[in-house]
């Protein structure tokens, strides 16, 4: 079966660095994704990871271990912007997105 | 502005009456999806449309169908709605290129309610 499993919600402080990681079991793999959804919006693209390895993107960045079946994605220097949910979701080989339920990232100041 | 616009924003709807969400977007791109967002549940597909003229099942395909006439439209309809259809709704598309790094944009979502 396809399963994609996130922790449901983390607390970071103002400043800090958060890791918030993502597990995946799919029967094809093509491309991991990271969206961040803010309350009542629509999610938007944040990183995409192929390859496994480090792709940095700013304060974000986003790690992939295909052997593993593992990704995370690093936020530093937290802004009280960057409360929002945060999703994985892989793409198998039709294109289609498999998405994990998201973790709720909450700052504190 | 380029992107991707949904109508209605949100709608109260009685149980049995039908309903069309549309979606339009204006970036010419190939493929087209529909997404409902629940609490605690991650997005899952309920149909899709590679390109114009095809339409393909998702994971939870029951009690909804699409059309895709032309590049830039993608109606869903729940010809008889129930309870269990409220949700929030969002559609999306990619370009559609052939290539795996092709984001999925997304529009801003209706929120459905089914009384």
């Known amino acids: ?109 | 502005i380029a992107g991707i616009t949904q109508a209605p924003t949100s709608q109260i709807l009685a149980a049995g009456r039908r309903m069309t969400l549309r979606c339009t977007q204006d970036m010419r791109h190939n493929a087209m999806y529909w997404y409902r967002q629940d609490l605690g549940l991650g997005l899952r597909l309920i149909h899709y449309s590679n390109t114009a003229g095809t339409t393909g099942k998702g994971e939870v395909p029951d009690g909804y169908s699409v059309s895709r006439a032309n590049t830039d439209d993608f109606p869903l309809t729940l010809a008889s709605a129930v309870p269990s259809q409220t949700s929030v709704y969002f559609c999306a598309s990619r370009e559609g290129s052939g290539t795996y790094q092709e984001t999925q944009y997304f529009g801003p979502g209706t929120r459905l309610l089914v009384l």
């Open chain 1, 1 to 109: 079966g396809q399963n994609i499993d996130q922790p449901t919600e983390m607390t970071a402080t103002e400043g800090a660095i958060v890791q918030i990681n993502c597990t995946y079991q799919t029967s094809g793999f093509n491309g991991l994704f990271w969206y961040q959804q803010h309350a009542g919006e629509a999610p938007t693209f944040l990183s995409y990871n192929v390859l496994d390895g480090l792709e940095e993107k700013g304060r974000f960045s986003s790690f992939l271990s295909r052997s593993k079946g593992y990704s995370y994605l690093l936020l530093k220097e937290l802004q009280m912007k960057d409360s929002a949910s945060y999703l994985c979701a892989v793409q198998d080989s039709n294109y289609q997105l498999i998405w994990g339920a998201g973790t709720k990232l909450i700052i504190k100041p």
